[in-house]
């Protein structure tokens, strides 16, 4: 098995800081998947229907989401009778493989944040429903920006519709030492966006990361909004917004997807962040994700501190979820 090898060789025993991070963030994920499959492994003699029954409700319950579980499962279904396999104890790799391919499925998807070129301003919308973790985010974000990629940023409070939303923001401006654009509470988001652009430009910030309300209960509200928003942006920088990314919170499973699809069709999403990933025991929400909309997982957030969110790297994912069926 290609992949299983491959991790195993590259990230098995090894304790990099990411590598631990992925770790000790997927760990109830880990817990739940690994130890289901390999009580599996113990309870079947012999590889039948009725494994297989019992694989596809394992990989459901870990929120894998129906369609990719049965291509997952038809695909080592294959692989078990090419390889004449009857052992259950051997199929573990196979499983980790399939999930592995699977996803990638030939398509690149990239993690990186599409800056604009150097000395132009990159503005990023975050959208999701309340809750998900966008204020949370931005700040790991802007955080991560200015650590790892020497980025300026500058934030602006475009949810002006929920209470404490302005200055939850201004506050983790003032902890991050970086500028915080706000106007009033209940007013125009999209002209909180417009200074927010104008104020960067004119102190040549590098990205300007724009909170949003997002009230999904009101579609044709919530469209126009950011639609407008889009407008404005664009009348500026014409390339902008350069990333839309959705913020999902993955302990709301099924229903977190159902969200994303929503999300997408009345904005263009260009990639997704995943939170909460250390507070779900159903990791695998990430190949439904894949699955049903086709747009990228660009970070997981993986902890409630200001670095605990990661590149999304489909390696120390499975690896995470998987290493205990890797021993
Ligand atoms: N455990 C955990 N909590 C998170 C993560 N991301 C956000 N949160 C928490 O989720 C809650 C809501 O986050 P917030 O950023 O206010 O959501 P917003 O309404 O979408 O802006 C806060 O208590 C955050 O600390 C994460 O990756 N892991
Ligand atoms: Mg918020």
Redesign the pocket.
């Given at each position: 098995m290609g992949f299983f090898n491959k991790i195993k060789e590259t990230l098995f025993g090894q304790s990099t800081k990411q590598n631990e991070r992925y770790v000790a963030?997927l760990d109830k994920s880990s817990t739940n998947f690994s130890s289901r499959i390999n009580a599996l492994a113990a309870r079947y003699r012999e590889i039948n229907d009725a494994y297989f029954e019992e694989l596809e409700d394992i990989l459901i319950m870990s929120d894998v989401g129906v369609n990719m579980v049965m291509t997952i499962v038809d695909e080592i279904k294959k692989e078990v009778r090419l390889g004449n396999i009857t052992d259950p104890g051997e199929i573990n790799d196979i499983i980790v493989d399939k999930m592995f391919v699977i996803y990638a499925n030939d398509t690149f998807m990239t993690t990186k944040i599409n800056y604009a070129p150097q000395g132009e301003l990159t503005v990023i919308l975050?959208v999701?429903?309340?809750?998900?973790?966008?204020?949370?985010?931005?700040?790991?974000l802007a955080h991560k920006m200015m650590k790892e990629d020497g980025k300026t940023v500058m934030l602006a409070a475009g949810?002006t519709f929920?209470a404490g939303?302005i200055d939850?923001l201004v506050v983790w401006a003032e902890r991050l030492g970086i500028e915080c654009v706000t106007g009033k509470e209940g007013g125009d988001p999209s002209s909180v966006v417009f200074d927010g652009v104008k104020r960067a430009q004119e102190k040549g910030i590098d990205v300007l990361i724009c909170?949003t309300a997002?009230r999904l209960q009101n579609k044709v509200g919530l469209m126009r909004e950011l639609e407008k928003m889009n407008r404005i942006i664009q009348r500026s920088v014409p390339d902008g917004p350069q990333e839309t990314l959705l913020?999902i919170?993955?302990t709301t499973g099924q229903n977190g997807v159902s969200q994303a699809a929503e999300f997408s069709k009345i904005t263009n999403v260009t990639g997704i962040v995943?939170?909460?990933?250390?507070?779900t025991a159903k990791g695998g929400i990430i190949l439904s994700v894949k699955d049903t909309l086709n747009i990228p997982v660009k970070f997981?957030?993986?902890?409630?501190k200001i670095d605990?969110?990661q590149e999304f790297d489909l390696e120390q994912y499975i690896y995470g979820l998987c290493h205990d069926l890797m021993g």
């Open positions: 963030g975050m999701g429903v309340n809750g998900a973790g966008k204020t949370t985010t931005i700040a790991k949810d929920r939303a939850q909170d997002g913020v919170d993955a995943l939170t909460k990933m250390d507070g997981i957030g993986l902890g409630e605990d969110l």
